[in-house]
């Protein structure tokens, strides 16, 4: 990459700095103007300090080590954090962290007041806000036990190690979770979807509900890729992300459940949506009333339909193969070229 390329990189990443340490640097705290951390590799601590803003003393994003004299922009906190060597690999990860949404700083004012009210939105975007990457997580593993091996553009995946769960009785429970933010079309967190695991991210918590949504879902969705004129929406994360397996540059919207299903959004570049329906008089439903006002508004609407009861079933009990022979004969002739893996 030339040196103005990745001069406008971190020029950018500076702009969102805060957002930039909360995601990268997620042990430490915001300490004033600053970010405080133990280094850049994401150790708790207090030795390491991020500039949160221009100054006299120079721009945003700048950070030093007192300990170790080390010095920086936030491209090398995205470098030593997630552990990559080549400098390709941090240009892309850096462009695909400016692609996504993030909450706002919390105003000074508000820091340290009343918890927000159970379940808002804005609960919704202080509880990621405490979430880290996925990257070398429990969710990574959990994910991989389901067959999801590519997780690039999965931004609003995150990793929460001990996330409140209040059981119908008895005291409130701490587990591992991963955490889905849900986003408007404009990218703005509105809500957020848990999923508890168990400790070693073998499956799902061994709780009565470990799976739950909070903040304002309806027509919003979790976005996973960049839309375009293409894009596919269901219902199940899990399902949605065994789609992306043979589909790695499509688009998804998973919306959590069939009712928020038929009402998603569209965006305005949308020209054909894939619907991915399960297997259930719900998902049937939600398919009918999304083709329907899909077609109302000049869009495509076009089904896919699994061989069991959703993709991630399809993905475990008959493999890769089989299923991306089995979604690649449901494709619009164009877009198998155009987004489907062919790979063995």
Not at 46 to 67: C, E, N, Q, Y
Not at 74 to 79: A, C, F, K, T, V
Not at 156 to 162: E, G, I, K, Q, S
């Amino acid at each position: 990459m030339a040196r103005q390329d990745a001069s406008e990189l971190a020029h950018r990443l500076g702009r969102q700095a805060e957002a930039v340490c909360r995601h990268y640097l997620s042990n430490g705290h915001r300490q004033g103007n600053y970010w405080q951390v133990g280094n850049a590799r994401n150790a708790a601590g207090r030795s390491m300090f991020v500039r949160l803003r221009d100054t006299p003393k120079g721009p945003a994003g700048k950070w030093t080590d007192a300990a170790t004299g080390e010095h920086g922009d936030l491209l090398d906190i995205i470098r030593e954090s997630l552990g990559l060597i080549d400098f390709a690999d941090v240009a892309q990860e850096a462009r695909t962290f400016l692609s996504l949404p993030h909450p706002e700083p919390e105003p000074a004012s508000r820091r340290g007041l009343a918890p927000a009210p159970s379940g808002s939105p804005e609960a919704a975007r202080r509880l990621i806000a405490m979430t880290q990457p996925i990257t070398g997580t429990i969710v990574q593993t959990y994910l991989r036990k389901r067959g999801i091996v590519l997780l690039h553009g999965t931004g609003n995946l995150r990793f929460h190690p001990r996330c409140y769960y209040k059981p119908d009785d008895g005291p409130t429970e701490t587990w591992p979770a991963m955490i889905a933010a849900v986003t408007d079309l404009a990218g703005k967190i509105t809500g957020a979807h848990r999923t508890w695991l168990a400790p070693d991210g073998s499956d799902k918590a061994p709780i009565d509900t470990p799976r739950k949504a909070m903040g304002d879902l309806l027509g919003n969705a979790v976005r996973i890729g960049a839309p375009g004129s293409v894009m596919a929406a269901g219902e199940g994360i899990e399902t949605m992300l065994s789609l992306r397996q043979v589909l790695p540059d499509m688009a998804m919207a998973p919306a959590l459940s069939a009712a928020h299903l038929a009402a998603i959004l569209f965006p305005a570049t949308l020209r054909r949506l894939y619907i991915v329906r399960d297997d259930d008089p719900a998902g049937d439903g939600a398919r009918d009333m999304l083709i329907e006002r899909a077609n109302a508004e000049g869009i495509e609407a076009i089904p896919l339909s699994p061989a069991f009861g959703d993709f991630n079933e399809d993905l475990r009990r008959l493999g890769i193969d089989a299923l991306r022979a089995g979604v690649r004969v449901q494709l619009a002739p164009d877009d198998v070229a155009r987004f489907m893996n062919l790979a063995a």
